[in-house]
């Protein structure tokens, strides 16, 4: 049984080709400019070309009204959203934090399929949101149809029922992001919460 031994302490030859093609590899001067490219051609990539889902959802859910209004929100105008708490349901402040949080994560995620340059443009404006709130339902109603009729984006939080609420009860309407007047226009004369 006369053999090469070899000294597990000492690699192969084949081991130190690898290491040493892995040592050339990833130096930062080949390594960090990769990175950077990679980074920079994913951001190109995901912002450039909206998926074939995106755009089918967004003309199934904007009508020709609200395409053309959502269209000419100017880059450069501050955007805001509100949102609407019915007072007639007497809801303590941690549901309507609750119910809050669900309209403005509704209504982000709506949009994320169909305006996502909206959402970024109110991202960049800070995400403002005002809480205000309506007498009932009907009047609840009035400010969503107002408000879709404008082309602004609306979302409305139906409670599963599990607390203090009904199933199925309208608690918070969000309305926008839009420009801060058509906002105004729908929602300015309701008093904050």
Partial sequence: MLGSFRNPSQ???KQKQDREWLAVSFKPENFIPGLV???ILGLFLDLSKPTKTTTKKSNL???KNQKQRLASVNSDEELKM???VRQDLKMGAGKIASQCAHAATGIYSELMHSQRSLLRQWELCGQPKIVVTCKNQQEMNRLKDTAESI???TFVVADAGRTQV???SKTVLAVGPGSRASVDSVTGKLRLL
Avoid: D, E, T
């Fill in 82 to 84: 509100v949102l609407v």
């Fill in 61 to 63: 859910l904007l009508g």
């Fill in 37 to 39: 490219i990679g980074f």
């Fill in 11 to 13: 690699p192969s030859k």
């Fill in 151 to 153: 082309g602004l984006p």
């Fill in 166 to 168: 009904s199933a199925g």
